[in-house]
């Protein structure tokens, strides 16, 4: 049983009972336990499946380390799945229920998977699964993805109701971690005068000290801890934060901290995570060490913990894991947790030392002194038990296993390899580390630390996560922290003297394999010793390989508890030193962090800023069917009550082919070019000759990248001899206006030029249909002829009174005026052309209207015809590229030989022999297969619509040697692959090929 | 996520201000170049590790370009400068040595 004991815990408050429940099962804990310590208060040590065998596991940890005990926590909406139960604060209302076993945690039909264990060995999926083909898309696949992952992901309907936020800090000196060492750092970091942030991921300052014990200048640790945080609480330039946790270091001294505000208190106001953007001159850290797990058989049996964490569990919540414990170890470190299992009143059987020491070290001899029964050279021969833990089968720590000396009753066993300092944050961002043979453990490399942008240091280990094993030895680490004659000496620690470590790597040390197979490395991947030993046998000898193959330290461990044993397994395999083998690289985050604090506030509206023209407003009410365009909104079509999309397509495609058309076409991106150079700077741009345009008159242009490919296409104006009007695509605005200033800033920064992107400050109307005259006449202000406004000739002027610009250009192949207005005017005017248009039958219409528009004239739409392959030669456009010119952006790309190859897929208008319409995107098949067995192609569809002016489907598409194939049949694939649709090539222009409409 | 000294506002700015440009002082070439010259400049690229020539504009500042001399593997930032150049200027050049044999030097004591 572990049970509650009658007194002590610490960090419990007796007085304050809370209630929880757990798989459904009602139970109580007390304010200051967490999920971990309350479950095991119930004797709840059964608390989840394990990943892969669906083993029994237990709580193994007292922290962030935890690899079993991972929770979906929440209900509904707040449901949260893999929450560690040893970081999860109790809270009165709390509901967790364990996660990867089915139909029950007690009774599980995955767990077959452990009886075939033998079965599946390292690398069983990919050796197993690959043949034959067809099985894995109908048999493989949906069986692992049943059987994969932890937690159940939360409800694809469910949203987060609660609110997170970002928080950005700049400060000299980042100090993470709260113990001692972070203490003492932060302090001496303040009393320079800088600003400090000092962060712990627990509720609670001190880190193990407390627990462990120790004195510090005269005082107890927690009451040494007690006077460090006053000093600091009253220091103006430091901050405080606990229960947060800094999860990585980057570039520079930036750094991401998580602050759970109110994770432990959910009733309570204000946003429940706080992700911290911290830019820092320099961090420290003090992260601690994590306790390395002992491989023997059976330990990963629930009930097998971590010394540390039953130490944590009697001192900090009064948690008694079982009446008796034994204790394993290979170092004096585990003997503390004897001692307070002692104090606490409960049995320890025996301490099983690995070590045969030449005389007892001071914490041996106080075991010895409570009549503790200390067994030197001795070793866990396996678990007993299946469930949890009924006793333990003890050998000699120097045989080979199976010989069993002694068994021993028990609930718990405490086990000890060492201590591993946490350098995650240290590596993050480049900081190497170095084998310390010593101490065995990697630690800091002080001399390879990750530098910042002056090349200096950025990162500094501090206490036991710089390697420092005493408290006197992390004190002295802290004081050379800040250098100098004003330092502080070092605060002076109680004598803390302890028997060297011996390496154990596996136990007993030839155990066979019969105990390797049962000798767990990494709890929450199933990942055994036999397992990594079968990787280096098979040729994974990197240890990145290593991991990789057998998942050893993946997921949420991220080497915790896991990498030392494993990679002292995988040198042992390849008869390498720890050191020639290396670590994998550590990567951000700590531990895992929620979405909602990567988020932010960004979220639905905040998530991405809307652009909306002067005249969204008035299309908003007025039954427009919104698409993004970029970050524009823009309407795909303005439909009126009981119609469908398409009624409402056509109706507007035929009103403007028949009588007059409204078009916003504000978003459409509007750049000034102006300097004496500008002509010149057009020149090299658009590929065709802009420097010769009038004043008054208005050009098509294409504009290409330095590889020749077709970027953008537009109307230019020219408004003055050095001022030009650049017209782009609605989403190329913004692209267009930074390719022109990094050629005219990196390149030609010597001509006189500046452009300016003034897409916002205009609104922009398209009057357009046979009507488009008529009804600017009917306005009245300027005269609007083709005498004195032809086409492609633009003017200024008052159209009712309102100053505007006049450009007679046409994207519709009709008559049509494209009105600029500044932004402010061009909802009056809108309003203005709606109400004088009535009687000549206007209607606004949207973007797919637009597209079919210039799709029946042949017009090319950038994104439909153009993908980043294709040059303007290619869509038929040789028209618009000058001949005469010397040079212009992509001129030399398109002599390249793949650009002048003779049978590049050319622009052709596709009609479908039955008037369907073409499946967008589809590609015309021709006999045979490529060298990748697929089918041949010999074009596609670029762009495919409904045409209601010729009551037929209509596209235009791309074809090898197209334009000389007009009049041939060619067949397209459907979506099925399958079934074929014939359509014969034909010119693209396929309405009022002459001109005529736009032209009177 | 780095942070680079914008040379038109001098500020310190912060990776999200800026957009990256790729290799510094590449020579446009255009017609008349031969094929295999075009094509590097197309799409030749140095990936050093180690002393790296970049562009980065400060998009969300000024909107300029301007170059960074900078240590693709130490993240070390030896200096930035305006884009209208051919070349390092001097000071980023002496900076570059400066920094560079402080570095020999400390590895040798």
């Not at chain 1, 909602?596 to 509206?605: N, Q």
């Amino acid at each position: 049983m572990s049970t509650r004991l009658a007194t002590g815990g610490r960090l419990i408050d007796r007085s304050k009972q809370q209630s929880f429940t757990f798989n459904g099962k009602r139970l109580t804990g007390h304010a200051g336990d967490t999920l971990a310590s309350a479950l095991l208060a119930n004797d709840q040590v059964l608390v989840g499946r394990s990943f892969k065998y669906h083993r029994p596991r237990g709580i193994v940890a007292s922290g962030a380390e935890e690899p079993n005990a991972l929770m979906g926590l929440g209900e509904g909406h707040r449901f949260e799945p893999n929450q560690r139960a040893t970081t999860t604060e109790l809270f009165d209302g709390l509901t967790a229920r364990s996660q990867n076993h089915w139909p029950s945690l007690e009774t599980d039909i995955g767990s077959l998977n452990a009886a075939l264990s033998s079965l599946l060995p390292a690398g069983f999926y990919y050796k197993t699964f690959m043949q034959p083909r067809a099985f894995w898309k109908h048999v493989y696949e949906p069986f692992i993805r049943k059987s994969a992952g932890l937690g159940q992901a939360p409800d694809a309907e469910a949203r987060d109701p609660d609110t997170y936020e970002h928080f950005h800090a700049h400060v000299d000196t980042l100090v993470v971690g709260g113990g001692i060492a972070g203490l003492e750092a932060a302090k001496r970091a303040g009393e320079t005068g800088a600003r400090v942030l000092l962060v712990e991921q627990t509720a609670h300052w001190g880190g193990r000290a407390p627990v462990d014990g120790g004195e510090i200048e005269g005082h107890s640790t927690e009451a040494y801890v007690a006077m460090l945080l006053a000093d600091l609480e009253v220091m103006e330039n430091v901050t405080l934060r606990s229960r947060c946790m800094a999860a990585g270091v980057y570039d520079h001294g930036y750094a991401l901290a998580y602050e759970r505000l109110t994770d432990h208190a959910p009733r309570a106001k204000g946003p429940r995570h706080r992700l911290w953007r911290i830019r820092a001159g320099r961090i420290v850290t003090a992260t601690g060490a994590i306790e390395r797990p002992l491989p023997f058989a059976g330990n990963d049996l629930p009930g097998v913990m971590l010394a540390s964490a039953v130490r944590d569990y009697v001192v900090n919540w009064a948690v008694s894991p079982g009446d008796r414990t034994v204790v394993v170890t290979n170092n004096d470190d585990a003997y503390r947790t004897a001692l307070s299992l002692r104090k606490a009143g409960l049995a320890v059987p025996a301490i099983l030392d690995a070590r045969v020491l030449p005389k007892d070290s001071p914490l041996m001899a106080e075991a010895r002194k409570m009549g503790i029964r200390i067994l030197q050279g001795h070793a866990i021969d396996h678990v007993q038990g299946t469930r949890r833990v009924r006793g333990v089968a003890i050998c000699s720590h120097a045989g080979e296993g199976g010989a069993v000396i002694e068994e021993i009753a028990c609930e718990a066993v405490a086990m000890s390899g060492g201590w591993s300092p946490v350098v995650h944050l240290w590596s993050h961002c480049g900081g190497k580390l170095v084998w310390d043979q010593t101490r065995v453990m990697f630690r800091p490399d002080p001399d390879r630390p990750p530098t910042g942008d002056r090349g200096q240091p950025m990162v500094h280990a501090v206490g036991a996560a710089n390697g420092a094993l005493t408290l006197q030895e992390v004190l002295d680490d802290a004081a050379r922290l800040e250098p100098g004659p004003k330092t502080r000496a070092a605060p002076q620690a109680g004598p803390q003297e302890e028997a060297p470590l011996a390496p154990v790597w596996m136990m007993p040390q030839g155990a066979s394999i019969r105990h390797r197979m049962k000798a767990w490395l990494d709890y929450q991947n199933d990942v055994k010793v036999s397992d990594v030993q079968l990787a280096a046998r098979e040729g994974f000898e990197s240890v990145e390989h290593a991991k990789r193959y057998t998942t050893l330290g993946m997921a949420t461990d991220q080497g915790k508890l896991s990498n030392i044993n494993g990679l002292a397994t995988l040198s042992g395999a390849l008869g390498a030193e720890i050191p020639q083998v290396g670590t994998t690289t550590f990567r951000p985050p700590y531990t895992p962090i929620s979405m909602g604090a990567i988020a932010g506030p960004a979220r639905a509206e905040t998530f991405q800023p809307v652009r909306e023209t002067p005249i969204h407003g008035w299309l908003n009410a007025n039954g427009a069917e919104w698409e993004p365009v970029g970050q524009w909104r823009r309407p795909y079509c303005i439909k009126r009550p009981g119609e469908s999309t398409h009624e409402a397509v056509m109706r507007e495609v035929t009103n403007t082919r028949q009588n007059l058309g409204l078009l916003d076409a504000s978003t459409l991106g509007k750049i000034v070019v102006k300097g004496p150079d500008a002509g010149r700077f057009l020149d090299m741009l658009y590929t065709n000759m802009m420097s010769t345009l009038k004043p008054g008159r208005c050009r098509y242009g294409l504009m290409c990248n330095e590889n020749g490919f077709l970027i953008d296409d537009g109307v230019v104006a020219r408004i003055d001899d050095e001022t030009f009007l650049c017209h782009t695509t609605t989403g190329g605005a913004e692209a267009i206006h930074a390719h022109m200033e990094d050629w005219l800033q990196c390149e030609w920064w010597d001509w006189l030029v500046y452009t300016a992107n003034v897409t916002e400050q205009y609104g922009q109307i398209a009057v357009v249909g046979p009507k488009a005259r008529k009804v600017l006449e009917a306005i009245g202000g300027m005269d609007v002829s083709a005498e004195t406004l032809p086409f492609m000739g633009w003017t200024e002027g008052e159209l009712g009174g309102i100053p505007v610009r006049l450009y007679r250009i046409s994207f519709s192949g009709e008559l049509s005026f494209e009105i600029a207005v500044k932004a402010g005017y061009a909802r009056q005017l809108w309003d203005l052309l709606l109400t004088v248009g009535r009687q000549f039958d206007v209607m606004p219409y949207g973007t797919e209207a637009l597209h079919i528009l210039r799709a029946e004239k042949g017009f090319i739409m950038i994104g439909d015809e153009t993908d980043g392959t294709v040059i303007p030669q290619d869509l038929g456009l040789d028209w618009a590229i000058s001949k005469k010119k010397a040079d212009y952006l992509g001129k030399r790309a398109q002599e390249r030989p793949d650009m002048v190859r003779e049978d590049r897929w050319k622009l052709v208008g596709l009609e479908t022999l039955d008037g369907s319409v073409l499946p967008d995107g589809a590609y015309a098949v021709e006999e045979g297969e490529n060298a990748n067995g697929q089918r041949n192609v010999q074009g596609r569809v670029t762009s495919a619509y409904h045409s209601p002016t010729l009551g037929r489907g209509i596209a235009m598409g791309l074809v090898r040697h197209g334009p000389e194939r007009i009049g041939e049949v060619i067949r397209f694939a459907r979506t099925d692959g399958t079934t074929m649709i014939e359509a014969r090539i034909v010119d693209p222009v396929f309405y009022d090929k002459d001109g005529e409409k736009q032209n009177v | 996520m780095l942070t680079l000294h914008c040379p038109y506002c001098d500020v310190q700015t912060d990776e999200t201000e800026l957009t990256p440009g790729g290799e510094a002082h590449l020579t446009r070439h255009g017609p008349g170049s031969e094929d295999d010259a075009f094509h590097d400049y197309l799409f030749s690229r140095a990936n050093p590790r180690g002393l790296h020539f970049e562009r980065w504009r400060h998009t969300y500042g000024c909107g300029k370009w301007f170059l960074a001399a900078r240590d693709t593997a130490t993240l070390e930032v030896f200096g930035t400068y305006k884009a209208q150049t051919t070349e390092p200027p001097q000071h980023i050049r002496d900076a570059i040595r400066d920094r560079q044999t402080g570095r020999a030097a400390r590895t040798a004591s």
